[in-house]
Structures are given as C-alpha cells and as structure tokens.
Nanobody, 122 residues
Framework: QVQLAESGGGLVQAGGSLRLSCAAS????????MGWFRQAPGMEREFVAS????????YYADSVKGRFTISRDNAKNTVYLQMNTLKPEDTAVYYC???????????????WGQGTQVTVSS
C-alpha cells in the first residue's frame, strides 16, 4: 500500500556517523507506523527503531539507544535514521518498513524498502 526506498548507506570508520533516509510514495504516509530493521551477514533481521504516526513516540533496540535517532517528516513523506558513534557491529543492510499498528516485530510490517548497506570499519 506504500512504496518505500532507502538511501544514505555507505562505508564509514568506527565512531563516525551516517544518516539514512526512507522516502515513501502516496498520500497516506502519515497513517503508517514506521520502523527501521537491519540484517547482518548470517544473522536474522532485527529491530532497530520505530516511530509512531505523529512522531511523538519513538522506540529503540538496546544496542542502539543513545547512538541512533529515528525521526519523520510527514510533509516530505520521509523517515530518517541518524546513526552516531557507529561500531563495526552495526554493519548490516538496513531496511525501512511500514505498519498499520504500533509494531516491533517484522511480521507486523506490511511494506518494506529494498535496503541500504551500512559498513563500519575498524
């Protein structure tokens, strides 16, 4: 029901920062609960962060609390993930996803982007 496209990934040294963007198409972006997930080589897809429709409430995995910030701009149909103090353990493909309900599990999301690679060296 909504098309998503991530961008902003790349190669960065440990301790550096990146900002990921997820652009959504359509008129109903503000009706979706949005989340970021990541999948490292050989690992399961895991929850990173999520944000409510209004952007008032946010949720984070313990591993990224204090380092990552999720935000959204409904006027631009875009959700962001600001990643600071990056660690090699953050290396993964990062996915943007949309859900109809407050959600933390991958199965609760109905639309997914194609993913963007984040690689942290050192």
């Amino acid at each position: 029901q909504v098309q998503l496209a991530e961008s902003g990934g790349g190669l960065v040294q440990a301790g550096g920062s990146l900002r990921l963007s997820c652009a959504a198409s359509g008129r109903t972006f503000s009706s979706y609960y949005m989340g970021w997930f990541r999948q490292a080589p050989g690992m399961e897809r895991e929850f990173v962060a999520s944000i409510t429709r209004s952007g008032i409430s946010t949720y984070y995995a313990d591993s990224v609390k204090g380092r990552f910030t999720i935000s959204r701009d409904n006027a631009k149909n875009t959700v962001y993930l600001q990643m600071n103090t990056l660690k090699p353990e953050d290396t993964a493909v990062y996915y943007c996803a949309a859900a109809r309900v407050v959600a933390r599990l991958p199965s609760q999301y109905e639309s997914w982007g194609q993913g963007t690679q984040v690689t942290v060296s050192s």
